[in-house]
């Protein structure tokens, strides 16, 4: 797997890549192995739904993702070209779990239901988002690199003590769950505000993760755990 840094809008990608148009750039060399040459290995489709113009959009067809091959043939290992705005291993992609875990966190309206109602999934897709968010990584360590790029605004000080959405958790383990993915999500945003040329992602959450994933190859699956109430 890896992802492309071309092609970052969603609709020119749209226009301009698929079987019927343009093939992204083939890869220099191949990402399991130190072979030169990379073959084009066909086209897969996915059904994906992500954020455009502040709104979930799930585009009508399939989107065409180019596949392509090591020629060693002692690797011969295949894999898919995604664009940046695409995660791995996601139908609902990471920008859509960030905007639906903020409205549930700080909206004290708000419940797993409504908001599943607003993002056009599951309730307890919503609940696994925050465990997941909150499970990434820990706010502190976030911090810790914003404050790298600039000391002024990452100090612990800056991270929400008071979340709409704990006080509505059903044991005190969920709220910490809660509080911490309300942390989390306010340290990315710190972090992908203090780089210094803005990121062309505007999603903190996918941006950190796509960086990750071309760092250390690093997939961060969603957490698996017991249902909860409604």
């Given at each position: 797997?890896?992802?492309?840094?071309?092609?970052?809008?969603?609709?020119?990608?749209?226009?301009?890549?698929?079987?019927?148009?343009?093939?992204?750039?083939?890869?220099?060399?191949?990402?399991?192995?130190?072979?030169?040459?990379?073959?084009?290995?066909?086209?897969?489709?996915?059904?994906?739904?992500?954020?455009?113009?502040?709104?979930?959009?799930?585009?009508?067809?399939?989107v065409p993702l180019q596949r392509v091959r090591?020629?060693?043939?002692?690797?011969?290992?295949?894999?898919?070209?995604?664009?940046?705005?695409?995660?791995?291993?996601?139908?609902?992609?990471?920008?859509?779990?960030?905007?639906?875990?903020?409205?549930?966190?700080?909206?004290?309206?708000?419940?797993?239901?409504?908001?599943?109602?607003?993002?056009?999934?599951?309730?307890?897709?919503?609940?696994?988002?925050?465990?997941?968010?909150?499970?990434?990584?820990?706010?502190?360590?976030?911090?810790?690199?914003?404050?790298?790029?600039?000391?002024?605004?990452?100090?612990?000080?800056?991270?929400?003590r008071v979340v709409p959405a704990a006080s509505?958790?059903?044991?005190?383990?969920?709220?910490?769950?809660?509080?911490?993915?309300?942390?989390?999500?306010?340290?990315?945003?710190?972090?992908?505000?203090?780089?210094?040329?803005?990121?062309?992602?505007?999603?903190?959450?996918?941006?950190?993760?796509?960086?990750?994933?071309?760092?250390?190859?690093?997939?961060?699956?969603?957490?698996?755990?017991?249902?909860?109430?409604?």
């Amino acid at each position: 797997m890896s992802i492309a840094q071309a092609w970052g809008d969603f609709k020119t990608y749209g226009e301009e890549i698929g079987p019927a148009a343009a093939r992204p750039d083939r890869p220099a060399q191949c990402v399991f192995c130190d072979g030169a040459r990379v073959w084009f290995n066909g086209w897969r489709r996915v059904l994906i739904t992500l954020m455009v113009e502040g709104q979930p959009h799930r585009p009508a067809d399939w989107v065409p993702l180019q596949r392509v091959r090591c020629a060693r043939r002692a690797c011969g290992r295949s894999w898919t070209l995604r664009p940046p705005w695409l995660y791995p291993h996601r139908s609902l992609e990471p920008d859509v779990a960030e905007a639906a875990a903020l409205v549930y966190l700080l909206d004290a309206q708000a419940t797993y239901a409504s908001v599943a109602r607003m993002f056009g999934c599951a309730w307890i897709t919503v609940w696994r988002w925050v465990g997941w968010i909150a499970a990434l990584v820990t706010p502190a360590a976030l911090l810790a690199q914003a404050a790298r790029l600039a000391a002024r605004g990452a100090e612990p000080g800056v991270l929400p003590r008071v979340v709409p959405a704990a006080s509505r958790a059903r044991t005190a383990r969920r709220a910490r769950t809660v509080e911490q993915a309300a942390q989390v999500l306010v340290a990315l945003a710190l972090l992908h505000r203090g780089q210094p040329e803005p990121p062309a992602d505007s999603s903190p959450l996918r941006w950190w993760l796509v960086a990750e994933f071309l760092a250390s190859r690093r997939l961060a699956f969603l957490t698996r755990g017991p249902a909860p109430r409604r």
